[in-house]
């Protein structure tokens, strides 16, 4: 069972065996049985969308309930890039350059029409939006785009 309390095994130090359960099944695994079995899920929008465009999930299987609407709410799920200073020193200058990139008008631009064209929406918000303001509740997947029932 998923909820069972977890023992962890401290006896190796090995890097396949951590203090945490492994994961049942990816984010898309999750997300597709919860649609078939009708089952309540917290997802995140861009798992969503992406299995919404490659149509994994069926027809008006499936709609949001709850979405962040400010930049401080509980359900956030920002991302982060990060550079870990002990990386190897080699790889400094190129991780930096992307870093800066990613928050550049152009990587923001990027960032901020990521999916667009596949899904009709975007997977992921810009820093200066805070989150996403293209809501996704009350929409239903249909032919591989996310649509509101007044279109369907």
Request: with cysteine; charged share 20%.
């Amino acid at each position: 069972m998923p909820f069972e309390e977890y023992t962890a095994d401290k006896s190796s130090s090995t890097l396949d065996k951590t203090d945490r359960p492994r994961c049942l099944s990816t984010p898309e695994d999750a997300l597709i049985n919860a649609a078939a079995a009708g089952a309540y899920l917290l997802t995140d929008r861009s798992t969503l969308l992406r299995q919404t465009w490659v149509q994994s999930i069926p027809n008006n299987s499936i709609t949001v309930f709850f979405e962040p609407t400010r930049d401080d709410d509980v359900l956030m799920n920002s991302c982060y890039s990060l550079n870990a200073k002990v990386s190897n020193p080699q790889y400094a200058k190129g991780t930096q350059q992307f870093l800066d990139f990613l928050s550049s008008p152009r990587g923001q631009d990027i960032i901020a029409n990521y999916g667009v064209r596949e899904t009709g929406l975007p997977l992921f918000a810009p820093v200066i939006d805070g989150f996403a303001t293209t809501f996704l509740k009350g929409g239903r997947p249909h032919n591989g785009r996310w649509v509101f029932s007044s279109r369907l």
